[in-house]
């Protein structure tokens, strides 16, 4: 039987909360369709279900913190769906750091696989760990590297008794930080309770949860803090789950952007190209194809930028992926990751699927839509999950240039500026043309500096041909 | 069109874009791109709102024309005369 799991929507998200169910016990699921809503650090999102069936158990009841991998629900088959169902699969023994929960995911031979959406109906597959995409290798304990081996050292935390997720069990960088954090704090906070325990003072450490598992809650946050509380929000059961104010959800986003890009500066050695690209062909073109249409077929120079970046990526596989295990792992399409600002502060960065493949009104209306609901809405699981690389357009904001920082485990990031009218020597004359500044920052330990520039070339190229884009 | 309609058009388009402005501290000659956030995408939306709302077209050429309450006004004006 499959089992709906906390998937990861980050490389910055270790655990998440349901907030709210979108189905039944008994309602046809079918891939795709989205059954409940998760609460991060960063926002809120739908989680679709990734597999065709009938809902079976929900496992998890709203307001509840669990780590990603965690079984959410049981996902009957349909034809089956009266059938009883099997027994479970003995979990393994638990180890301190890791709730019982997620051993349990760990245990379960389907999981959903977030990277190949297949068509409806199709087989089941069997996919990797939610937050490690590539193929598992069997290999124990002792193979953690040099670093790995350092943190937990430093953390004063014994390697074999923590559960790693990476390939074949081995124990990851990541895992050694939970199993630092939850030697700090109590079993399980919720994020809610983090940034409230954050507002009113409180330290966590003190604390004891009256959640599921001993996690930390609000309620339990307001009734250690000191002075006038705040009246209680409903947290569980049928009930609206409580919402963050836009303050918390800022502080959280704020909290979440701060520890990855710390990240990044830490762990990646960037190296960072730039070069000017003529505009005038491409915005002549795009000119041209929107005076004949509709505004809302229209196109922006954005999503020309981004087409091309696509492109690129594929035509220049070394920089579209992840670095996972001390090794690059190229990813098999392209998933850009479009940086959004938010309105009250923050970003995210939605996922552009196959946007290499997209025709240029496909990807300027999906564009469209994830820009509108990321400020606006609420995105879905599959729509923040797993960019191979990511683009940063700041040309609306002003500026001329972009020198960014890579969102782990990406291996490069593509920036546009402005276009701006400058002066250009074009075959021995010099005219005035819109231009704009493609930069990419890349991580030297994937890539050299010959790979990158291969890149930036191909921006250039592809955008000197628009109609092919 | 009679003036405050078409200038009302013009700030419930902007509303509709950028749902938290407050448009009682946008001056008329403020260039409003800057002034609430906006960026090209929002840009589009609004002229797609201005051109629902009053069936006016609007090519990329005229951004120009629309960049604060009063010249967006007075645009809307001139091309529904």
């Known amino acids: 039987m499959a089992e709906f799991t906390m998937p990861s929507l980050g490389a910055d998200m270790d655990e998440g909360t349901l907030q709210e169910w979108l189905v039944h016990a008994g309602d046809p699921v079918r891939k795709g369709d989205p059954v409940a809503v998760v609460e991060t650090a960063k926002s809120t999102i739908e ?10 158990q929900l496992l998890v009841t709203p307001g509840t913190t669990v780590p990603v991998g965690t079984p959410l629900a049981r996902i009957e088959p349909l034809a089956e769906a009266d059938t009883p169902t099997e027994p479970e699969a003995p979990a393994k023994p638990a180890r301190p750091p890791r709730p019982p929960a997620a051993e349990g995911a760990r245990s379960t031979a389907r999981k959903p696989s977030r990277r190949k959406p297949t068509p409806l109906q199709a087989p089941t597959a069997t996919g990797p760990p939610p937050d490690h995409d590539h193929a598992v290798e069997h290999r124990g304990h002792g193979d953690e590297g040099p670093l790995v081996r350092h943190l937990a050292e430093e953390a004063g935390i014994d390697l074999d008794t923590v559960h790693g997720t990476g390939r074949g069990g081995r124990v990851t960088r990541a895992d ?3 199993a630092a954090a939850a030697a700090r704090s109590p079993a399980r906070v919720t994020p809610y309770a983090r940034r409230l325990a954050r507002e009113l003072g409180v330290d966590l450490r003190g604390l004891t949860g009256t959640g599921p598992d001993g996690t930390v809650r609000a309620s339990d946050v307001r009734a250690a803090a000191p002075g006038p509380t705040t009246p209680p929000t409903p947290q569980s059961g049928g009930g609206v789950p409580a919402r963050a104010s836009a303050v918390r959800r800022k502080e959280g986003m704020r909290e979440a952007i701060a520890g990855l890009m710390s990240r990044a500066n830490r762990e ?7 070069t000017s690209i003529d505009m005038a062909t491409a915005l002549d073109w795009m000119h041209e194809h929107n005076h004949h249409r509709p505004v809302g077929e229209r196109l ?7 087409k091309a970046a696509a492109r690129a990526a594929r035509e220049v596989p070394e920089l579209n992926g992840h670095w996972l295990d001390g090794r690059f792992a190229a990813a098999e399409e392209v998933r850009l990751g479009v940086a959004v600002s938010l309105r009250g502060g923050g970003l995210v960065a939605p996922v552009l699927r196959n946007a290499d493949a997209l025709e240029l ?8 839509d994830l820009v509108a609901r990321a400020r606006n809405g609420r995105l879905r699981g599959s729509e923040v999950a797993d960019p191979t690389l990511t683009v940063t357009n700041l040309g609306d904001q002003g500026v001329e240039a972009v020198l960014g ?11 546009f500026g ?3 009218e400058r002066p250009w020597a074009v075959n021995g004359l010099l005219g005035v043309r819109p231009v704009v500044t493609a930069s990419l920052s890349a991580d030297h330990r994937a890539t050299d500096g010959a790979v990158g520039a291969r890149y930036l070339t191909s921006v250039d190229r592809l955008l000197q041909s628009p109609e092919e884009l | 069109m009679k003036h405050d309609e078409a200038e009302d058009i013009v700030k419930e388009a902007l509303t509709d874009v950028v749902p938290e402005a407050d448009l009682t501290t946008l001056g008329p000659d403020e260039t409003f791109r800057d002034a609430l956030g906006m960026d090209s995408l929002d840009f589009l939306s609004f002229i797609e709102i201005l051109t629902r709302r009053t069936g006016v077209r609007i090519d990329d050429e ?4 629309l960049t604060t309450l009063a010249d967006s006004t007075g645009f809307l004006l001139a091309r529904t005369e």
């Open chain 1, 47 to 56: 989680v679709e279900c990734f597999e065709a069936g009938r809902i079976g």
């Open chain 1, 176 to 178: 050694v930080g939970r």
């Open chain 1, 268 to 274: 990646i050695p960037h190296y960072y190209l730039s």
């Open chain 1, 300 to 306: 922006l120079p954005a999503a020309l930028l981004l």
């Open chain 1, 361 to 368: 009104p496909q990807l300027m209306s999906q564009l469209k």
């Open chain 1, 405 to 415: 920082v890579i969102y782990p485990p990406q291996v490069a990031l593509v920036g």
């Open chain 1, 418 to 420: 402005r276009v701006v």
């Open chain 2, 62 to 65: 005229d951004a120009p024309h």
